[in-house]
C-alpha cells in the first residue's frame, strides 16, 4: 500500500465530495459571511480507505489545521481547505505565502477549492509514505 498522491486524492470520491460540501459551506456568494472550510484526509493503513475529518471551521482567510484528530489505525494523507473570497475581487485562488510554509512543514498534498478550480501545494504525497505517526508525518 502506498500513500495516495494528489491526483489521486483529487480523483477520489470521499475527497470530491468532501471538498464540494466544504466549498459549500463556506458561503462564497455572502460576502458578509464567506469563511475558509476544511479538514484532514486520512487513510486506514490496514484497509486502505480514505476517510476525512472536518476541523473548526475558519475566518474569511484563515483556517487551523495544525493538529489533526488521531484516528486509530489511519494516518494523515493530505488536508484540503477552500478560498472562498472571488478572485474577479482580486484574491489569490491557489495557495497564499502561509499555505505554502505550513505545507511544507506539514509534509502532506493541501487541496485547495477556490471559485476556479483546485488547487494544490505542498508534496505530491504524504513525506515518507505511511511511515511516522497517526498525524502529520
Ligand atoms: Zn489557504
New binding site residues.
Given amino acids: 500500500m502506498k500513500a495516495p498522491t494528489f491526483a489521486e486524492l483529487m480523483n477520489h470520491p470521499t475527497v470530491m465530495r468532501a471538498l464540494e460540501q466544504a466549498w459549500g459551506d463556506s458561503l462564497p456568494s455572502d460576502p458578509a459571511h464567506r469563511h475558509?472550510v476544511g479538514g484532514w484526509i486520512y487513510m486506514n493503513v490496514a484497509t486502505g480507505e480514505i476517510t476525512v475529518e472536518r476541523a473548526p471551521s475558519g475566518t474569511q482567510a484563515f483556517?487551523d489545521l495544525n493538529n489533526p484528530p488521531h484516528l486509530i489505525g489511519s494516518i494523515v494523507v493530505g488536508i484540503f481547505?477552500t478560498?472562498p473570497n472571488p478572485t474577479d475581487e482580486g484574491w489569490e485562488p491557489g495557495?497564499?505565502e502561509?499555505?505554502r510554509r505550513t505545507d511544507a512543514l506539514h509534509g502532506v498534498p493541501d487541496l485547495?477549492r477556490a471559485d476556479n478550480g483546485v488547487y494544490v501545494s505542498g508534496p505530491d504525497c504524504r513525506e515518507g509514505g505511511l511511515q511516522g505517526g497517526p498525524g502529520y508525518p
Fill in positions: 475558509e483556517l481547505h478560498h495557495p497564499s502561509t499555505d485547495i
